[in-house]
């Protein structure tokens, strides 16, 4: 009997929840809403990481299996150890098919160069591509990686402090 009055109790409390948000005029989050979310929190926890100088958590963000992925690691190295990096990060396009997203980003690096404090400030369109198995989210394609190359050339303003 106890386990038909949880049932029953985990059935009314969602009807209740939706209630709630019709009443009140909140619409439930649909499947695409909580993906697009997931999603953008994934590149948010990239960027943090970046700004705190932490690679590792960083790299957890990408499937192991991504093109360049050793590569993109050293990128990462490189920047974090010779800057204080900044980001900004503009959605332009998102096609969510179930499990997989796509993006279009505008991807902005503010760096800071930690030995001299001379900025130079990064831009680039990348396209992202974004697979979810189980509840998580990783980064299954991203490029071009070029704008996370520390040698590359500004290709953006350098200012003094």
Request: hydrophobic residues 40%; contains cysteine.
């Amino acid at each position: 009997m106890a386990a038909i009055g949880r049932s029953k109790v985990s059935c009314i409390v969602p009807l209740a929840v939706l209630l709630c948000q019709v009443c009140f005029g909140q619409a439930p989050e649909s499947e695409s809403d909580k993906q697009s979310a997931q999603v953008r929190r994934v590149l948010g926890n990239l960027a943090d990481a970046l700004t705190a100088g932490n690679v590792s958590d960083a790299m957890d963000q990408f499937e192991k299996g991504l093109p360049d992925y050793d590569k993109l690691n050293n990128y990462f190295h490189g920047l974090v150890d010779a800057f204080y990096v900044t980001n900004e990060i503009e959605v332009l396009d998102e096609n969510d098919l179930p499990g997989n997203t796509k993006l279009t980003l505008r991807w902005a690096l503010t760096l800071t160069d930690l030995a001299t404090n001379y900025t130079e400030d990064r831009s680039a369109e990348l396209s992202v591509r974004l697979a979810g198995k189980g509840g998580k989210w990783r980064i299954a394609d991203l490029s071009p990686i070029t704008l996370f190359d520390p040698a590359r050339g500004s290709g953006g303003s350098r200012r003094k402090p």
